[in-house]
């Protein structure tokens, strides 16, 4: 499966951006779907999860309450709404998918996509 995220950019904080991970080559609804994202001079971090029937999702602390994950197998994307943005979510923002159960460090993801990046201006 080929993965491409997309839509990041620039906003200010307090601001809203929903990231889109379109899928190709394969049905997404056999994937874990998981985001990680990576700041500048730090290492990528686990973001969210969702799993394969979107009936379980998890995400880290600091943006529980705040982003949003969800699928549409329909249209073989996954998406991560993001509200009362900060500007510690400064970063470029990966999407990866994975077989069977669902995991939080990155090494257990076979499948990722480009990155998009994510600007918050305070």
């Known amino acids: 499966v080929q993965l491409q995220a997309s839509g990041g950019g620039l906003v200010q904080a307090g601001g809203s951006l929903r990231l889109s991970c379109a899928a190709s080559?394969?049905?997404?609804?056999?994937?874990?779907i998981g985001w990680f994202r990576q700041a500048p001079g730090k290492e990528r971090e686990f973001v969210a999860r969702?799993?394969?029937?979107?009936?379980?999702?998890y995400y880290q602390d600091s943006v529980k309450g705040r982003f949003t994950i969800s699928r549409d197998d329909a249209k073989n994307t996954e998406y991560l709404q993001m509200n009362s943005l900060k500007p510690e979510d400064t970063a470029v923002y990966y999407c990866?998918?994975?077989w069977g159960y669902g995991v939080e460090y990155e090494s257990g993801y076979g499948y990722w996509g480009r990155g998009t990046q994510v600007t918050v201006s305070s």
């Open positions: 990866a998918a994975r």
């Open positions: 080559g394969r049905s997404l609804s056999s994937y874990h």
């Open positions: 969702i799993s394969q029937k979107g009936d379980r999702v």
